[in-house]
Every structure is written in structure tokens, then in C-alpha cells.
């Protein structure tokens, strides 16, 4: 007997219901307990879902722990979030202000759920998934913000200096968003009473060094 239209779009309705209830159980327990301690069983038990299920729409844990990773990141800035600054109409130094606004927005924020956790794990105790990931989640994000970059030093986005250059205004961008804010309050604790005058600082900082680069390169 052939399946009806309905119950066809029904199936993959429910397939697609387990599939987000096994992230939204995961990344929790992920963040909790770390990827090698964290089992596709309780992970299965928390969603609801048959222990197969895991293999069926992620072709295992570590399938499953690779799209973990990539809502990890997105819970800090997303790639549509970059995409729509860098469609922007404006400068180049005005679209990646408008970047670096976006970083300091959420670390003011304090993120956006399990992610942070998430990601300090993978920091503290790498997996063999982080690759796949990166080149998932963190590259496209990473070519915006170096064509951004570029624009500014007036040279092409494979210049080795624009690299370097992204490096130096990511980095500190992402130390502010993934130290917890309670570390950040022990340590720095300038930043979380005067957040504003920690943005304005970052533009300088940034901007005058990217000044600087761009004037030994035009020289």
C-alpha cells in the first residue's frame, strides 16, 4: 500500500521534531559534562528519542557533537548577523565598527545559552570534531570579517597582513566573549562597570593599529 502524501510530510515532520530535540538535549549535556564524557544514550534519554537515533540523523555522537558546535558559535554571532553588516551601505571602517559593536553587544549580553560552555570546553580540551566545525561555522564568518579588514588596509583579502590583521581585532574579541563575566568582574572589573568606555577604547585600538598597518603597506 503506498504512502499518502500526508503521511509522507507527516514522517518527516516527526523526523525532523527528533532531529531538534536530540541538539536541544545535547548541547546542555555537552556543555555540562564535555564531549568524552557525555553519552548518546542519556543524550537519547533526554530528548525522548530511540538510542538509533543519534546515528540516524547525525551518523553518530560525534556527528551530533560537530552540529553542536556549529549552534555553539552561531549562539555567539551568527553568519546571517555578519552577512547582513556587510551588506550594509557604507565604509568599510563603518561596517566593521558596526562588527565590532555586534561582539561587544553580546558579551555585555553574556551570551546566549550553553554555547559559551560549550565552546570553553572545546578550548580547554579539544576533540577531534573541532575541525569540521571550523570549516563549517567559523570560516564563512572569518572571510566577511577579512574582506571587511581588507577594505580598510586598502589591500586584497588574501594578503598575508590581512590575516595577521584579523587576527589582532578578532582575538580580543573573542577572549571578552567567551571569559565568563564573572572571571571579567575579578580580573578587569573596569570593563563590566564602564562597558561603554570599553567599547570606545576597542575602536581606537583597533582603528589605530589598522592605521598603522595600512601606512607601512602604502609606504
Known amino acids: 500500500m503506498k504512502k499518502t502524501t500526508a503521511s509522507v510530510r507527516a514522517a518527516r515532520s516527526d523526523g525532523q521534531e527528533t532531529k531538534r530535540a536530540l541538539l536541544a538535549a545535547a548541547g ?10 557525555a553519552t548518546a544514550k542519556e543524550i537519547c534519554q533526554q530528548a525522548g528519542a530511540d538510542l538509533a537515533a543519534v546515528n540516524y540523523h547525525y551518523g553518530g555522537k560525534d556527528g551530533l557533537y560537530q552540529a553542536v558546535l556549529v549552534e555553539a ?20 571602517k563603518a561596517r566593521l565598527e558596526n562588527v565590532l559593536r555586534l561582539f561587544m553587544s553580546r558579551m555585555q549580553a553574556g551570551g546566549r545559552g550553553w554555547g559559551l560552555q560549550v565552546l570553553m570546553h572545546e578550548i580547554f580540551a579539544p576533540s577531534d570534531q573541532a575541525p569540521p566545525a571550523v570549516r563549517k561555522a567559523v570560516l564563512p564568518k572569518a572571510r566577511i570579517v577579512m574582506g571587511l579588514i581588507a577594505g580598510v588596509l586598502g589591500l586584497p583579502p588574501g594578503h598575508p597582513a590581512v590575516q595577521r590583521a584579523t587576527a589582532l581585532v578578532v582575538m580580543p574579541c573573542v577572549m571578552l566573549l567567551v571569559v565568563p563575566a564573572q572571571v571579567r568582574r575579578i580580573v578587569l572589573p573596569a570593563i563590566s562597570k564602564d562597558p561603554q568606555a570599553m567599547v570606545d577604547d576597542l575602536y581606537a585600538y583597533v582603528f589605530a593599529g589598522l592605521a598603522a598597518i595600512r601606512a607601512a603597506h602604502a609606504a
Open 28 to 37: 546542555p549535556l555537552f556543555a555540562q559534562k564535555g564531549y568524552a564524557r
Open 73 to 92: 558559535h552561531a549562539q555567539l554571532v551568527t553568519i546571517e548577523e555578519l552577512q547582513a553588516i556587510a551588506a550594509q551601505k557604507g565604509s568599510a
